[in-house]
């Protein structure tokens, strides 16, 4: 039954994706079809996903999806998160939120009828016909199972009528995915990042083939730009965080193929949120947006391809199968097609005036864009160098955290001091004494705080580079926001807290960025802390026993062993204790064997302070002694907030937009 | 413009070449890795014996082709292999050929329970490797892993997963008609008791 | 911002040769974990990964430099264990490419500032473009589509028709051929699955290996082992036919032979093989030319026999039609 809706769902949802490409490429687009097209898709993709999701609740284990990833003992909210946990579920999802956006293009083609909003319905539904039509093919969620083991399905078929045999239970999502809650939650924001980047792509492709590249579609697409980059900025923080408390090793970020698919497009979008203001505001840089664009949504699909693919080893390369090639080729289409769509159209392009000066707003934006992409292309140069290299010359090479740190680090602070000159420099020309002049202050406090940082923290240059910069950052975007307050607020007459408040709601988009900026900045000093200042020891211990770490003193009490529906948990209590022997807390590092499983997934046990964390893992156990690795990772809260901080100015800027929606430009 | 135009082709051409790059991937299992120990000399086998009973002295093993298996009580496959591992080694005791076991992080006395309960070889040698050592000199990724030594100490053969009486003894076969079998997986393998 | 950099340089400390555990620690982190994917054995819990943190940590104890700790790991795992890629050889590439990107980058931002006088012109001065697309393009595109496609379709078929380079010999699979394997194997195999009847052939196989050798001990406890061991009908008639001709040949018993060999023709009627044999034992042991005779006959009416059999029966034949005594 929930095949039959589901299937059904993707039929909808495919023949509205089919209905926006017909009416969306005619001369005269009817906005009424493209309305009934559009909801088609949205009502198909709601339904698909919800009957996988009714699936899962009911225990339907007639269906493969289900009698495979599913299990009766797996509690909520894991059995739903198992809807997009495995490849099939995930690309119903993924057409899910493509149905979303897609109604979001048509609301505002809706208010603001043009042959770009309905090119850019056509793309929509173009890439929905490729997703739709996956989930009828190679990546069919809806399969029926015709025979089955005791705890699986070895045998399905396509058709919804055939008939079903179902195993009584099914061995559960996989263990380290059933294994935090924000595993629920991180998946669904990175698929929000990488499908919102169709919108702009799809406007993009609708303004070059109608041969209008002005900048109605940077307008009209903004938003969802904006929308795609925050959810992709929470998504990848939250992976790092998800990795940090699951994968126990201690880290967040190991350059992993799956956190590159995930960072590279993150990083060509950031680019062109500020690419793309110096088109609105100065006419220039068009071809060179349009480039970005472009590149941002095939590096969607080039991440999807490498972590679903089975080609590249990956920490988290859990699934293998027939899509592969498929989704290889519709890279290839994407990226010949929009890349030649392109090259058609550039005598069209790029006919406004030069920029005047480098040392400029945009100058400065330009700067940042270099950055930025080089920093892209040495993510997606690493990333693909082995499996390049293995197919030409069959030779086997591992790239890894050493080779991306070496470069990441100059060109993030980099980009931090670019950050930190960009904002203060008007648009066209730059008087250079004078903005040396504000940067007097900054400078003066971030010197100082850095003295301050390598006297109380650590003199380790890295760390204290990191804090410099990282201060100066913020320190640039307060200093500028106290100083023109001060100025408009001595103006007017009124205190300073009047005029703050003025400014932030005067020009909210802009102090949102300089909102994000923070947040890049912090980020930057808590990985500086963490990765340079954190200590690690491994020590065996029989119950009783006491050990000094980090300014704990750390004492193992005993093992214990219980068992839950879904899991057995095999783990040990550690009494924590501060230097003066005042019991602090007690932490429980565990491993837990999920199923008939025999190998346990580890369970970090983390202590959390201002200072930082104090994070436990259980290496193994032997009958009562354990041998425990203990970590400390200084600051590392920074990085969480700093990431936080990232995506809560995209939502200002967002929410800030929608209250002061200019008046449209073109009827 | 021009640049534009050229650089712009030259990335759909770049994506051309890059999807032939990528379509010659699939199948392959990128997780493999080609033994660098083909043909080089075998790691020297100075260890314990399993049974506690004292040192393994590796000068026995000289001039005879040695079949260096790795093992656990915890691998799943190690336990289909090792009936046919005993059988080997009782039928080419005759014809000098040595098979060794070695049990990779695996406690003595479980290693012992399994061999115990699965069957093990008056001829075959079971050894510990309490460090490691012996597994990182034979750059074991996951067992069961098997190496097959030629008379002249040079590794020539290796099996990843597990093997079975055929593989072995044509496997010993060839090596013992001075051949070099080369690397074959045959099944999957585990990394480690908890991974 | 100079003095910024200069003041954060200034404070890089640099003391004295690093500690044991510091060095041990670099070492770690460019070493992959080779049971992981993508971590240092430094940061991996895994056990092996472990192992080899303390053999890093021996080995610097023992004197040796961080380059030799790195080659053993190396010549035993292999050059995909680093995980930064040497700046020379085929990875040179991989560090020389952010240089040329950022080479590139720099000399197109300069070219925006860089005003000339041409692109100084009004842009009514350009050419018109008109806003339809021409065919050039879109056949241009369709070309390359098209063309890309049928390169990986070919490749993709290429590459599975390559046969692997390195390959252990003689995987047991459907046409396994048991005569490229040698006695000791074949009996590893069958002594490893003694109790399974599916590995009756193999053993029969064997056997009749034995059996041809004249090695009747060997072959004689394989035929009886095959005969408990639930044969198929053909099966069981291949050991009764050469434990028959071996009671006879080995014993003298020519009556018990010919029983056996009349059991396994009661299985397999017509068997050329053991038609011949029963003959041989008639006329040798029974001394009985003129039946050895018909039977030889009509052993060689039977078609698709083997041709050194054939032969033999025809000697044997013509020997018996002779009246003349067997050989």
């Known amino acids: 039954m929930f095949a039959f809706a589901g299937l059904l769902g993707i039929l909808i949802a495919l023949g509205g994706s089919v209905a926006l490409v017909w009416h969306g490429t005619r001369r005269r687009a009817e906005p009424s079809s493209l309305k009934v097209a559009a909801r088609f898709v949205l009502i198909g993709g709601g339904v698909a996903f919800l009957a996988l999701e009714a699936a899962l609740l009911a225990n339907d284990f007639t269906l493969e999806y289900v009698a495979n990833h599913h299990s009766r003992d797996t509690p909520f909210p894991f059995n739903l998160a198992t809807g997009w946990a495995a490849l099939e579920g995930s690309i119903v999802l993924w057409g899910l939120v493509l149905a979303v956006f897609t109604w979001g293009v048509l609301r505002r083609y809706l208010r603001e009828p043009s042959r770009l909003g309905a090119g850019a319905m056509a793309v929509m539904g173009a890439v929905g016909i490729f997703f739709f039509g996956l989930q009828l093919t190679v990546a069919d969620p809806f399969r029926i199972c015709v025979d089955a083991v005791a705890n699986g399905c070895v045998a399905s078929s396509p058709f919804p009528w055939a008939a079903a045999i179902a195993p009584p239970n099914g061995p559960g999502p996989n263990p380290l995915l059933q294994n935090h809650i924000l595993m629920a939650v991180h998946p669904p924001m990175l698929y929000l990042g990488y499908v919102g980047l169709t919108v702009p792509f799809a406007y993009a492709i609708s303004a070059l083939a109608l041969g209008q590249p002005g900048t109605d579609w940077l307008r009209l697409s903004r938003r969802s730009s904006l929308l795609a980059w925050t959810f992709l900025s929470m998504g990848i923080v939250l992976g790092a965080w998800w990795a940090y408390e699951v994968l126990s090793w201690g880290g967040y970020w190991a350059w992993d193929p799956v956190e590159n698919a995930s960072f590279m497009p993150w990083l060509i979008a950031t680019a062109f949120l500020h690419s793309s203001l110096v088109q609105l505001r100065r006419q220039a840089l068009q071809s060179w947006n349009f480039v970005l664009v472009i590149t941002a949504f095939a590096l969607t699909i080039l991440g999807t391809f490498l972590t679903r693919s089975g080609t590249v080893a990956s920490v988290h390369s859990f699934t293998q199968s027939a899509i592969g090639p498929v989704l290889l080729g519709f890279l290839f289409l994407v990226l010949v097609g929009s890349l030649t769509l392109f090259a058609a159209r550039v005598p069209m392009l790029d006919r406004a005036a030069r920029l005047e000066t480098l040392v400029s707003r945009e100058g400065g934006f330009l700067l940042n864009n270099l950055l930025l992409c080089v920093y892209a292309f040495v993510v997606v140069a690493g990333t693909l160098y082995p499996i390049v290299l293995e197919a030409v010359t069959g030779a086997r090479v591992s790239v890894g955290e050493p080779f991306f740190n070496r470069l990441a680090v100059p060109l993030s602070f980099g980009l931090l001091l670019a950050m930190g000159v960009g904002p203060l420099l008007p648009w066209r020309q730059a008087d250079p004494v004078a903005v040396a002049d504000r940067l007097r202050l900054p400078v003066g406090i971030a010197l100082f705080t850095g003295l301050i940082a390598a006297v109380t923290i650590s003199r380790l240059g890295y760390v204290v580079l990191a804090v410099v910069i990282g201060t100066y950052v913020i320190a640039v975007a307060v200093t500028n926001l106290v100083e023109r307050s001060a100025k408009s607020s001595a103006i007017r007459g009124e205190p300073l807290f009047a005029g703050v408040r003025r400014q932030l709601t005067s020009e909210p988009s802009f102090w949102a960025g300089q909102l994000s900026h923070c947040g890049v900045a912090l980020t930057v000093i808590g990985l500086a802390l963490a990765a340079n200042l954190g200590l690690q020891t491994d020590v065996t211990m029989a119950p009783g026993d006491t050990v000094d770490f980090g300014g704990y003193e750390l004492t193992y009490r005993s093992p214990f062993l219980f068992t839950e529906p879904n899991r057995r948990v095999q783990g040990a209590t550690i009494a924590v204790a501060d230097r003066a022997g005042n019991p602090v807390t007690e932490l429980a590092p565990r491993a837990n064997y999920f199923g008939a499983d025999t190998s346990g997934i580890t369970t970090p046990a983390v202590h959390s302070t201002w200072k930082g964390d104090l994070y436990l893992t259980l290496l193994n156990i032997d009958g009562e002694g354990i041998l425990l690795r203990l970590n400390t990772s200084p600051g590392i809260w920074l990085l969480w907030m700093g990431g936080l901080t990232v995506g809560a100015g995209g939502i200002w800027s967002l929410s800030a937009r929608r209250r002061t929606r200019e008046p449209s430009l073109v009827a | ?195 | 911002m100079l003095a910024l950099l200069a003041v954060g340089v200034a404070m890089v400390v640099v003391t004295a040769p690093p500690p044991a555990e510091d060095r041990a620690q670099a070492i770690g982190s460019q070493v992959r974990c080779p049971v992981c994917q993508g971590e240092a054995i430094v940061d991996s819990p895994s056990e092996t990964a472990r192992n080899m943190m303390d053999l890093v940590r021996a080995r610097i104890d023992e004197g040796l430099t961080d380059q030799q700790i790195i080659d053993e790991l190396l010549t035993s795992y292999g050059g995909s264990l680093l995980l930064n890629p040497p700046a020379r050889g085929a990875t040179l590439w991989l560090w020389l490419a952010p240089l040329v990107a950022l080479g590139v980058g720099t000399a197109m931002v300069a070219r925006r500032f860089h005003a000339a006088p041409a692109d100084l012109l009004p842009a009514a001065a350009a050419p018109p473009v008109s806003p339809t697309l021409s065919r050039r393009w879109i056949w241009g595109a369709a070309v390359l589509v098209l063309g890309g496609a049928v390169a990986v379709a070919t490749v993709g078929q290429f590459q599975q028709a390559r046969p692997e380079d390195q390959s252990l010999s003689g995987v047991a699979g459907e046409d396994f051929d048991p005569d490229s394997v040698s006695n000791e194997t074949l009996e590893a195999v069958v002594a490893a699955n003694a109790d399974n009847p599916a590995i009756n052939g193999m053993r029969l196989a064997l056997a009749n290996r034995y059996f041809e050798e004249g090695n009747y001990q060997q072959a004689f406890g394989h035929y009886e082992i095959v005969l408990d061991n639930q044969p198929a009908p053909n099966e069981a008639a291949n050991a009764f036919t050469r434990l028959g001709w071996m009671v006879f040949d080995g014993n003298g018993e020519a009556d018990l032979g010919i029983e056996l060999i009349d059991r396994g023709l009661e299985l397999v009627p017509n068997d050329a093989f053991a038609i011949y044999l029963k003959g041989r034992i008639i006329w040798c042991g029974q001394g009985d030319a003129d039946t050895a005779a018909d039977l030889f006959s009509s052993v060689l009416s039977s078609t698709g026999l083997d041709a050194e059999i054939q032969d033999r029966v025809e000697t044997d034949l013509a020997a018996a039609a002779a009246g003349e005594d067997c050989q």
């Open chain 2, 1 to 195: 413009m021009r640049w534009a135009r050229i650089g712009a082709l030259a990335l759909a051409a770049g994506a051309v070449v890059l999807a032939v790059i990528f379509s010659t991937r699939f199948g392959n299992d990128p997780n493999l890795v080609p033994s660098p120990l083909l043909g080089q000399p075998a790691p020297t086998l100075a260890l314990p014996l399993l049974d506690g009973s004292g040192q393994f002295d590796p000068s026995v093993l000289e001039g005879r082709v040695v079949v260096v298996n790795f093992f656990a009580s915890w691998c799943v496959p190690c336990r289909e292999e090792q009936v046919d591992l005993t059988a080997t080694a009782n039928a080419f005791a005759s014809r000098e050929v040595i098979v060794v076991e070695i049990a990779y992080q695996d406690a003595a006395e479980n290693a012992l329970a399994f061999l115990n309960e699965t069957g093990a070889s008056p001829d075959a040698i079971y050894l510990a490797d309490p460090d490691g050592r012996a597994a990182i000199a034979f750059g074991v990724f996951g067992i069961p892993e098997t190496f097959f030594v030629a008379t002249d100490g040079t590794v020539v053969g290796k099996a990843l997963g597990a093997t079975d009486a055929l593989v072995l003894g044509s496997t010993i076969d060839a090596v013992l008609a001075g051949e070099r079998p080369g690397q074959q997986v045959l099944g999957e393998t585990f990394d480690g008791p908890g991974s």
